[in-house]
């Protein structure tokens, strides 16, 4: 909401919250925007214009594609530190692909030229990690 601090203070009053209810109040003032756009001489119409439009994109649901988007990385970094239980019989087969597989990448990265040492050199570690897990 783009307008002076009493009538943002006044909206805000509208909302039905308990006392200890937690709220969100995305503040940008005319400071903010010359600090963010320091490379570029804006006047104070042209401030203002910036801030006008950040109050349209906010209202036409901005808010909802950010709040989405946080909430997606979080579930992506969850999903990244997260421990899982295989059956060692399906992981020694998973293995047994993917060594096939780094076979096949290890023979392409020799024909090209590469060096397929080091072009596999991570999975083969990762791999050794996991027959060590098996092994245990």
Do not use: H
Request: some cysteine; hydrophobic content about 45%.
């Amino acid at each position: 909401m783009y307008a002076p601090v009493k009538e943002i203070m006044t909206d805000l009053l509208k909302y039905n919250l308990s006392s200890d209810e937690a709220l969100l109040v995305l503040c940008i003032t005319r400071e903010d925007i010359r600090m963010l756009t320091s490379e570029w001489p804006l006047s104070e119409d042209d401030i203002t214009c910036v801030m006008q439009r950040l109050d349209a994109t906010y209202d036409q649901g901005a808010d909802v594609s950010m709040v989405r988007g946080i909430t997606e990385e979080l579930m992506d970094e969850r999903r990244a530190i997260r421990d899982v239980s295989v059956p060692a019989r399906a992981l020694q087969k998973i293995m047994l692909l993917a060594g096939s597989e780094l076979n096949r990448l290890y023979a392409v990265a020799e024909e090209g030229g590469g060096n397929a040492d080091a072009f596999v050199a991570e999975e083969l570690d990762a791999m050794r990690q996991l027959q060590t897990a098996i092994d245990a």
